[in-house]
Nanobody
Framework: VQLQASGGGSVQPGGSLRLSCATSGFTLDYHGVGWFRQAPGKEREGVSCASSGDGGTSYADSVKGRFTISRDNAKNMIYLEMNSLKPEDTAIYYC???????????????????WGQGTLVTVSS
């Protein structure tokens, strides 16, 4: 099983980035997926998730209206579109996958079985 996150970088406040996560070694269709982040000196927090079923999604309050999660099961890919970025979005972002989560998903890290290595997002002027 592998999850490989990419797309991080440095951006000015108000800018946009698109994170990608390539998955392999398991059937993405049967897994809920999520993005998490960990800022320096802080605990990891859930950012967004998407169910394995009808595409139900959930977002942390801090990113609602700015971030959009999506998945392409045919390509075994997970995405996070991030707009209107703020300095407080600076963190290492991790993608994850968890079995089940058919009708709804969770941004609790304990629900996830597989994790990627992280990609750094820096928002600064």
């Amino acid at each position: 099983v592998q999850l490989q996150a990419s797309g991080g970088g440095s951006v000015q406040p108000g800018g946009s980035l698109r994170l990608s996560c390539a998955t392999s070694g398991f059937t993405l269709d049967y897994h809920g997926v999520g993005w998490f982040r960990q800022a320096p000196g802080k605990e990891r927090e859930g950012v967004s998730c998407a169910s394995s079923g009808d595409g139900g999604t959930s977002y942390a309050d801090s990113v609602k209206g700015r971030f959009t999660i999506s998945r392409d099961n045919a390509k075994n890919m997970i995405y996070l579109e991030m707009n209107s970025l703020k300095p407080e979005d600076t963190a290492i972002y991790y993608c994850a996958a968890g079995r089940g989560m058919v009708f709804s998903c969770s941004i609790r890290s304990g629900e996830y079985d597989y994790w990627g290595q992280g990609t750094l997002v820096t928002v600064s002027s």
